[in-house]
């Protein structure tokens, strides 16, 4: 099936689910994790109306940059290394894990301009999982405003990979009331008006429970070999 129609069926479900809640579809951005699949699939996505592209890897991200460029809105979604820091920050957009002040402080030390950035949260406390517990986030947070180059437009999720529908839910409505939470601080270098949830599994979810950045990977590109 083509990333078109893929993409089409995707729009139905988040339209559906915006519909359920009182929201606006046109409030969910789709961001296509395109780091299991080819420039050429990458493209595909660009070509049926994507416009966002998340990668997780720094080789992987420089990879599809050479190749897209500004054609895309770039996120780095996935664990992001201090020392790799210098090679990706002039040509993301976003990145939706940082969890801890050396990473901060990095990306203040590199960045040539404001760096949107998502805090991440392990709400459903996982080891597995990277992140900041949630009595953690907004303390951290404040610490944020020493570094004129980061704006934390949001917060960051991954909920458990299970068939429990409550325990998903639960996971994003934390994520969301955390969300809340540091609004109310009104903090300028950090609005928090975003929330990054929902995988492939588990989006129709998270539309539901507030999320306005999707990261689809498979249910959208698919899962062929990079080249």
């Known amino acids: 099936m083509s990333v078109k129609q893929r993409l089409q069926t995707i729009q ?8 359920k ?8 951005q789709i961001v296509a994790v395109t780091k299991y699949v080819s420039i050429a699939r990458a493209k595909e996505a660009i070509e049926a109306g994507i416009v966002h592209l998340g990668e997780s890897r720094a080789d992987g991200f420089l990879r599809k940059y050479e190749a897209i460029g500004n054609e895309a809105t770039w996120h780095f979604i996935g664990t992001l290394q ?7 920050i002039d040509y993301v ?4 894990s940082l969890d801890r002040l050396s990473l901060a402080e990095e990306i203040n030390k590199r960045a040539n301009r404001t760096i949107k ?9 996982e080891t597995s999982k990277h992140g ?14 020493a570094f ?11 909920a458990p990979y299970t068939d429990d529908e409550a325990t998903i839910r ?22 928090c008006t975003q929330l990054s949830m929902g995988m492939s599994n588990d989006y129709v979810i998270a539309v539901e429970e507030g999320a306005t950045f999707l990261r689809l990977g498979t249910c959208l590109v698919g899962e062929e070999e990079v080249e």
């Not at 809640?21 to 969910?28: N, Q």
């Not at 639960?170 to 609005?191: D, I, N, S, Y």
């Open 21 to 28: 809640t009182g929201r606006s579809a046109s409030d969910v």
């Open 148 to 158: 004129s180059r980061i704006e934390v437009v949001g917060l960051m999720t991954m």
């Open 117 to 125: 950035c998502f805090v991440q949260v392990n709400v459903s406390g």
């Open 132 to 145: 900041l517990a949630p009595e953690d986030v907004l303390p951290f947070i404040e610490t944020l405003s």
């Open 93 to 96: 957009d976003y990145v939706h």
């Open 170 to 191: 639960r996971c994003f409505r934390t994520l969301r009331e955390l969300k809340e939470q540091v609004q109310e601080k009104q903090l300028p270098h950090a609005p």
């Open 12 to 19: 139905q479900q988040i339209a559906e689910a915006c519909e």
């Open 82 to 88: 201090s020392r790799k820091v210098k090679q990706i």
